[in-house]
């Protein structure tokens, strides 16, 4: 399968989006985007720190979007700039939401779908808002209470189908369909003895705490079968004395599952010995780990059979 460079760039840039977003490791945020050929090449590398257009302060998601654009959403601002699939600046659009967005998806009309929580005095606020191509913008789903100690509870990891969207919360297994208007059309309850549902979170010693199941990413394919990648604790694992000790990818395995949204039935469930970060919008698997020398590498898998 060929695949588009600026495609295999949203994959590859994961890399920083995701690891910054999720572990805070990294000594410096995401301000630019490296672009890789099909071969695994580096083509080019395109923005750089600043506020102006083309210019990021925390790239937070990458997203292909229509007419082979990528959106880039830039956390420190809260703002949307699409480019161009030559790398050129086509728009930007701030965001109202707050804190940053965590996810977004493109319905057919090329209306965005975000995820992010907007808080209020009270707590409360929207999990999900849309913006819409005129660039107008308004909340979609309410959120209900949202505690300190539940980031969870706000969060969404988000894919689009036509022009409904389907939204998976990440500490329960349970992805959500929402039409255009925030209608909730139905909702998959996954039963996984891995997964159990969390009501509270709190602070983690990730020496002393085995990772509890997380789910990462939502894909759907082009026959309709919703794709999930949930990473949690490798079988092994065990506690260490500090956190310095620490190798992620010998301490989290992924499960990838494939999931029939019309009958609610898992055709295929299956465990790897790696940290999945995401799908590519082609269906590609995006992995993490660490090289001898301490320096993170991204692994790309095709999915077969």
Same mark, same amino acid.
């Given at each position: 399968?060929k ?10 840039? &994961?890399? /920083? ?13 995401? +301000? /630019?985007?490296?672009?890789?050929? %099909? !071969? ?24 292909? &979007? ?21 790398? /050129?600046v086509?728009?930007?659009q701030?965001l109202?939401?707050? =804190? ?5 998806? +493109? ?10 929580g ?17 660039? %107008? ?14 980031? /969870? ?43 159990p549902?969390r ?12 990772a ?20 949690l ?9 500090h ?16 999931i029939?949204? !019309? ?6 469930? +299956? ?15 995006? %992995?993490?780990?660490? !090289? !001898?020398?301490?320096v ?6 095709? =999915?077969?059979?």
């Amino acid at each position: 399968m060929k695949t588009n460079p600026i495609i295999f760039a949203a994959a590859l840039a &994961l890399l /920083s989006a995701l690891i910054a977003c999720r572990n805070g490791l990294w000594p410096r945020p995401a +301000q /630019s985007i490296l672009v890789y050929g %099909s !071969d695994g090449t580096l083509d080019s590398v395109w923005g750089g720190r600043g506020e102006g257009p083309g210019e990021y302060g925390t790239i937070r998601r990458l997203m292909v &979007l229509r007419g082979d654009s990528l959106g880039v959403l830039d956390g420190s601002v809260l703002r949307l700039t699409v480019l161009n699939a030559d790398g /050129s600046v086509a728009r930007t659009q701030l965001l109202p939401i707050n =804190p940053y967005p965590h996810d977004m998806a +493109q319905l057919d009309d090329g209306t965005l779908v975000v995820a992010g929580g907007e808080h209020t005095a009270a707590a409360t606020g929207y999990i999900m808002h849309v913006i819409r191509p005129d660039g %107008s913008a308004s909340p979609l789903v309410p959120a209900g209470p949202i505690l300190q100690f539940r980031p /969870s509870a706000y969060q969404r990891r988000l894919v689009a189908a036509g022009m409904t969207v389907w939204a998976g919360r990440p500490d329960r297994y349970e992805v959500s369909e929402y039409a255009a208007d925030g209608t909730l059309l139905r909702v998959l309850k996954r039963e996984a003895e891995w997964f159990p549902d969390r009501e509270v979170e709190g602070p983690l010693d990730p020496a002393r705490e085995p990772a509890p199941p997380y789910l990462m990413a939502v894909h759907i394919d082009e026959e309709g079968l919703i794709w999930t990648l949930v990473t949690l604790a490798d079988p092994e694992w065990a506690p260490v004395d500090h956190v310095g000790l620490i190798v992620d990818e010998r301490r989290r395995d992924t499960i990838v599952e494939v999931i029939d949204p !019309d009958r609610g039935l898992v055709l295929r469930s +299956q465990r790897f010995p790696w940290v999945g970060t995401g799908f590519t919008n082609d269906g590609l698997i995006v %992995s993490e780990r660490k !090289d !001898d020398s301490g320096v993170t590498v991204l692994d790309v898998w095709r =999915p077969e059979g």
